[in-house]
């Protein structure tokens, strides 16, 4: 009798179709040129070669401080590596005007010697100009400016490279960007709070300049251009967001969040806006042409949201956080179901989601690229029960003194089941399962009555996993070829078509 012959597994991966080299930075945004062999980028290239200085690397909070104390005393306008700085909202807070970084001197701070060339001459006036608390003495530190900040459309070539065929320099870093096809409006939202709209070209080698929008304080975080209705939707550093007429030019409206706002979306159908900010809050507004009414806020995530994604046929929100985990808020069910997702190592940085085969593709900082099955039930997990004993083997934990004093036992540490939920203790739940009917993709801790109650089939993965080999700032997915377009930390952008494993 022959041996059973195992079938070989299927290895269904993302395939790698292009690497876009060439950004002296991090492109902050890019998008997939639909029907085109094309990509459009937008970094900030802060430290390019025209650069006269470049940054010395210290921790990036303490070049915000000093940023924040330069920019408070001298009034001199800096652009540096503070954005990802925690401490860079509060500094904004504070009263700090837009700026221009073409015009800059180039300053050097010395926070450990406490001088400073150029603009302030003493360091008692800058630090005392503040109300931040310096700690420490600072390796010297350089900041500067550089002159480049570009908007790049690349189109593939007959060598089959990408080759830039629009290369624009811009008054400002751009932060991000919108896109529309249809009218080949790109809107770029820039470091100053301004969004500046272009046309491109039917062949994309010319960008024609259209209108500018003040509409932020300081740095765009998001951009959403509606056609339908002809607005700009956006979301600043000033934690505000607002709309603006594409037609007009007017701004029509807008709204404090309770943070700064890093995911943006809108369901045209009913005119809901929906905020997720760094603080972890999502805000729902319902938009009028000019005026806007809360409809709810809700917070779920345990860091703040790093991207939004709304399905508007199954009417459900995604959100992405840095607390590495992604939930599925079913708000067209209304049951107020939200169900965790938990796939990734690292920050969740960027969603998308394919509706033609309910697939949800979220990236991580950690390069990973998970494709979800949502077209699977799952449940929510259970809330954890409070208990003074096991609730398997009631060994009493150890703040339970009667019970100890009495059973002559001692406490044992609280653990709590996955699946269940219940209170149980170290021995009770030795086991680990994946439970991805619950979003739980990796390994959790179960009781062990769960455990044996777990089949096979309920331990089937109902996401893909696959490693995009550069740690993903931003994506975009160009549903109707199935191509994800990734934006690296590497400052490669990768193109991969992803058919064999969204479809
Ligand atoms: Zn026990
Ligand atoms: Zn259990």
Redesign the pocket.
């Known amino acids: 009798m022959a041996a059973e012959i195992q079938p070989k597994p299927l290895t269904r991966k993302p395939i790698l179709l292009q690497r876009v080299e060439g950004s002296q930075e991090v492109v902050n945004m890019a998008v997939i040129v639909p029907k085109e062999e094309g990509v459009i980028s937008v970094s900030e290239d802060r430290h390019s070669s025209s650069s006269r200085h470049c940054i010395i690397p210290v921790e990036v909070e303490e070049i915000c401080l000093c940023v924040a104390l330069f920019k408070n005393v001298a009034g001199i306008p800096l652009n540096t590596e503070h954005h990802s700085c925690r401490r860079w909202e509060a500094c904004q807070s504070q009263s700090m005007k837009a700026w221009d970084a073409a015009s800059l001197p180039v300053a050097i701070v010395n926070a450990g010697r406490g001088c400073l060339e150029e603009g302030v001459s003493s360091a008692t006036d800058l630090w005392s100009g503040s109300g931040h608390r310096i700690a420490g003495a600072y390796p010297p530190l350089i900041i500067n400016t550089s002159t480049s900040r570009t908007v790049r459309v690349w189109l593939k070539r007959d060598s089959g490279q990408y080759w830039p065929s629009i290369y624009h320099m811009m008054p400002s870093p751009c932060s991000c960007m919108s896109f529309n096809p249809e009218t080949r409006r790109l809107s770029i939202g820039l470091d100053n709070g301004t969004i500046s709209e272009f046309i491109l070209s039917e062949d994309y080698n010319k960008m024609t300049p259209v209108k500018n929008y003040q509409a932020h304080q300081s740095r765009v975080t998001m951009i959403l251009f509606v056609l339908e209705l002809e607005w700009v939707l956006s979301t600043g550093q000033d934690k505000q967001f607002a709309w603006h007429c594409s037609e007009s030019g007017q701004r029509l409206g807008g709204y404090r969040t309770s943070a700064v706002a890093s995911g943006l979306q809108f369901d045209v159908e009913t005119r809901h806006v929906f905020i997720g900010d760094q603080s972890g809050q999502v805000t729902i507004l319902k938009l009028e042409q000019d005026n806007c009414t809360l409809v709810t806020t809700f917070r779920g995530h345990t860091g703040g949201v790093t991207a939004l994604c709304w399905d508007p046929v199954q009417r459900v929100l995604f959100s992405g956080s840095s607390d590495h985990s992604v939930i599925m808020w079913d708000i067209g069910g209304r049951k107020g179901t939200a169900i965790e997702l938990q796939g990734h190592n690292d920050k969740v940085q960027a969603l998308s989601y394919a509706q033609h085969t309910r697939q949800l593709i979220s990236c991580g900082g950690d390069g990973g690229i998970v494709v979800w099955n949502m077209d699977v039930e799952r449940q929510e997990t259970p809330e954890w029960l409070d208990s003074d004993s096991c609730q398997k083997c009631d060994q009493p934990f150890f703040w339970n003194f009667k019970q100890m004093w009495d059973s002559k036992k001692i406490g044992l540490r609280q653990h709590h089941?996955r699946?269940?939920g219940?209170a149980v203790c170290g021995k009770c739940s030795s086991k680990r399962s994946s439970i991805p009917l619950m979003g739980f993709e990796f390994e959790v801790r179960?009781?062990d009555?769960?455990h044996e109650a777990i089949t096979d089939e309920e331990r089937a993965p109902t996401a893909t996993f696959h490693d995009s080999k550069h740690n993903i700032v931003h994506v975009h997915f160009d549903a109707t070829r199935g191509w994800l377009l990734t934006s690296g930390t590497d400052k490669v952008i990768k193109l991969w078509d992803m058919t064999p494993v969204v479809s």
């Open positions: 089941c699946k269940c219940k179960v009781c009555s769960c």
